[in-house]
């Protein structure tokens, strides 16, 4: 059974009509148990990270902020998100269940959290529906402890992962890869240690072709230890906020994909939700369960 770390306050209320689709968690849930990769009882709920090993990637003063429920409007605003007790503990819970499935993948191969991939926080704070980066936070938990001595991120959210990037530059043992739509958000984008963005419409063909490509470089690049990899769905041709054109067949070959080949290079697999916005939250639940159903052919 694929080991997975979900929480019940991964949901947090939010007002109504608002454009993050924080539903989609719980819809996510009931998707995992239908397809038999959640029964009940059937997930690992992680604890809330302490703020110490969020403030070993975020400033300090920030990380507070976020906890007192004290954020400035301006960086609400960043954020998209209200600055409120149920966001901060919502927040601390991800950076937990990516840290506790990357764990999980050290010790059986592969592991997913049902939620994650917050990749637009950075350094300095939050952006674009990321209050904490869990992947950033997971993999400087385990560099810290020395469970690991080098990491790869392969980032494939429509959007760039431009926090981690910038809390990883100038860190060689953490080789950040992301494919992202070239005009899409962030405006200003950072630097990975490979980007590859893509142009508007992009469909399978040339999205895969580029993905297989890339995929050898990075590994033999990275020589990591443990590879955390943020599935996020907004590639999808129907996505309210993705500008590339995957089909539902075009994502699961993808994940398929990428799971397959840092297997079969031996390293520990992570994965992390990502983003995927709908007003239908069941068909995005279905369109986030390809990466738990691939990767459990592979557990």
């Known amino acids: 059974m694929l080991p997975i770390a979900w929480h019940p306050d991964y949901l947090a209320p939010l007002r109504p009509g608002h454009r993050f689709p924080m539903s989609k968690y719980g819809y996510l849930r009931g998707a995992l148990a239908a397809r038999g990769l959640m029964p009940p009882g059937g997930f690992i709920a ?7 090993l969020i403030a070993a990637v975020h ?52 592991a997913c959290n049902a939620a994650g991939g917050s990749h ?41 992962g431009d926090g981690t990037a910038r809390i990883f530059e100038g860190d060689p043992r953490v080789f950040t890869y992301s494919l992202h739509a070239q005009n899409n958000y962030p405006s200003e984008k950072a630097v990975s240690d490979l980007d590859r963005g893509l142009p508007d419409g992009t469909g399978d063909a040339a999205y895969l072709a580029a993905l297989s490509a890339d995929l050898p470089r990075i590994i033999a690049a990275a020589g990591a230890d443990i590879a955390f990899y943020n599935a996020g769905v907004d590639p999808w041709a129907g996505d309210r906020l993705g500008r590339l054109s995957l089909s539902l067949e075009g994502l699961r070959a993808r994940d398929r994909l990428v799971l397959g080949a840092l297997r079969a290079a031996g390293l520990p697999v992570c994965g992390a939700l990502g983003g995927g916005y709908s007003t239908d ?3 995005l639940a279905a369109r986030h369960a390809i990466l738990f159903e691939e990767a459990a052919a592979l557990s």
């Open 120 to 160: 637009h926080a950075g350094p300095d704070g939050g952006a674009g529906f990321c209050v904490f980066n869990d992947v950033a936070v997971a993999a400087q938990a385990l560099l810290d402890e020395g469970i690991v001595r080098r990491v790869l991120v392969v980032d494939c959210d429509v959007h760039q």
């Open 46 to 52: 992680p604890a809330a990270a302490p703020l110490r």
């Open 59 to 110: 400033a300090l003063d920030y990380v507070e902020r976020v906890e007192n429920c004290a954020l400035t409007r301006g960086e609400e605003r960043a954020i998209g998100l209200p600055s409120t007790a149920a966001v901060a503990r919502r927040g601390r819970l991800s950076c937990a269940g990516t840290l506790l499935a990357a764990r999980l993948a050290l010790e059986h191969g592969i």
């Open 281 to 283: 939250p069941e068909e």
